[in-house]
């Protein structure tokens, strides 16, 4: 991360704040806010890997035929009349970069009072690459709807949001481990990094999976992020579900989540791919946050 994305609270609590939207008020955004947002999008911090990310903003033209049935999200988003839209270079580690920054731009987004919700699934894919004229190297893994939202959530969000348990995160001692996978983490372990498990925690992810797992070093601000997958998201689904390796876009927030909390916090470190690192059992290791370098 270049700098800490500027905002007018403190991330911790625009984090708190933010919520998938579902429903929206059919209305463009304001001037300035469209201003500032695409100026934002051009100005993204440094993802933690290689591949490059592009987001645009793209406009559907509500009661146009064409529009809507190109930019269709299969009746999941109500009302939303812009799109934040983006594009990754394949390669390695290219979804976590993706979801590194999309997370950024919607808890920016969430900072200027705007609702969003990331969409991995429910929507029609071709549609929106078409409106960001997505290259051959490129995929496009996800997007979100950006704009002011109604102040009653949809009977749709409603049923979606309690099929998957939206309201709910798994509890630290099935997620945040010290020293060996079986020793769950608590805030005195965590230490200075109590916070930024915290705000790991309250990402979104994907149906509200959660698949990450961290392992904290003994007596050491070095973490370990591993990839915990649900059956639903096996490695093999990636390779016939339209949405891809989707899994990965969770680890991608969380990261952001992890480093902006910690930058906040004055907590110094960097993501390193460790060549060895503790084994966790059912779970890929991604990458390790060394908290023991001066960055
Ligand atoms: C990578 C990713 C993909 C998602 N895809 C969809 C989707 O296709 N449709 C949808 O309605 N919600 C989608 N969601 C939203 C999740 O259901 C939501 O984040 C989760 O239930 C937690 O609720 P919250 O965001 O309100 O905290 C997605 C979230 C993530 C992170």
Redesign the pocket.
């Known amino acids: 991360m270049s700098a800490l994305t500027v905002l007018s609270r403190p991330l911790v609590e625009v984090i708190r704040k ?3 939207q ?1 429903r929206y008020l059919p209305e463009w955004l304001a001037p300035e806010l469209k201003r500032r947002l695409s100026q934002h999008l051009q100005a993204l911090p440094t993802p933690p890997f290689a591949p490059a990310c592009r987001f645009t903003l793209v406009e559907a033209t509500v009661g146009e035929a064409r529009a809507a049935r190109t930019l269709g999200t299969y009746g ?1 988003i109500h009302g939303a009349r812009q799109y934040i839209v983006g594009a990754v270079t394949r390669g390695t580690r290219d979804m976590e970069n993706y ?1 590194y920054l999309l997370e950024e731009i919607v808890l920016f987004a969430t900072d200027l009072g705007l609702g969003t ?7 029609n894919r071709s549609g929106f690459a078409r409106a960001m004229g997505l290259r051959d190297e490129e995929w496009l893994p ?1 997007i979100s709807p950006v704009g002011p939202v109604s102040p009653t959530r949809s009977y749709s969000d409603r049923l ?2 309690w099929q ?1 348990r ?1 309201e709910h995160r798994k509890p630290w001692n099935e997620l945040f481990f010290h020293d060996t996978p079986g020793n769950p983490a608590t805030e005195t372990s965590a230490g200075a990094y109590a916070t930024v498990l915290e705000m790991v925690r309250l990402a ?5 999976r959660q698949p990450w797992r961290i392992l904290k070093e003994y007596n050491r601000p070095v973490f370990h992020i591993y990839l915990q997958r649900n059956p639903l998201y096996t490695a093999a689904a990636k390779t016939i579900l339209p949405s891809g390796d ?1 899994q990965r ?2 680890i991608g ?1 969380a990261l952001y989540h992890f480093e902006g909390a910690a930058r906040e916090a004055g907590l110094k470190g960097r993501w390193q791919v460790l060549d060895t690192v503790p084994p966790f059992p059912k779970a890929e290791y991604v990458v390790s946050w060394n908290g023991l370098t001066a960055k």
């Open positions: 933010r919520t998938s579902r999941a979801g919700c990331w969409l991995g699934g429910s929507f996800a979606l949001r998957v939206s979104p992810s994907a149906s509200n989707i876009l969770d927030i």
